[in-house]
């Protein structure tokens, strides 16, 4: 997963069947501070996002499985879900393994 931020509309006269009805985003990849970190891509919307909304995005088989009808589309990039509210947190986390029991080793 990764997010993006809604920069566009993009249009299409022939679209694949079963992708009729769904827009087109152009999207710009941000990181968690909401920097552009990439190129401009295309991505299939399926949750209504609108211009400079921030937005959740899935690439690969998970992108052709967010498709509302038919599961087996050639899309590579969709728009899952919409972000209202980012907090992020300087905690940093231990991941280090401890000599000792543990129940999952």
């Keep these: 997963m990764q997010f993006a931020r809604v920069r566009g509309t993009a249009v299409c006269t ?3 069947p079963g992708l ?30 609108g211009p400079n909304d921030v937005c959740v995005t899935v690439r690969s088989r998970e992108a052709a ?3 509302p009808e038919i599961k087996f589309v050639p899309v590579d990039l969709a728009l899952v879900g919409i972000i209202n509210e980012l907090t992020l947190s300087d905690e940093s986390f231990d991941t280090e393994i401890k000599k000792g029991w ?4």
Aim: net charge negative.
């Design 14 to 16: 022939i679209k694949y």
């Design 20 to 49: 009729e009805g769904l827009k087109l985003l152009v999207v710009e990849p941000v990181n968690k501070a909401l920097e552009p970190i990439g190129p401009l891509q295309i991505a299939v919307d399926v949750v209504q996002a």
């Design 65 to 67: 499985n967010a498709m």
């Design 102 to 105: 543990n129940q999952y080793t």
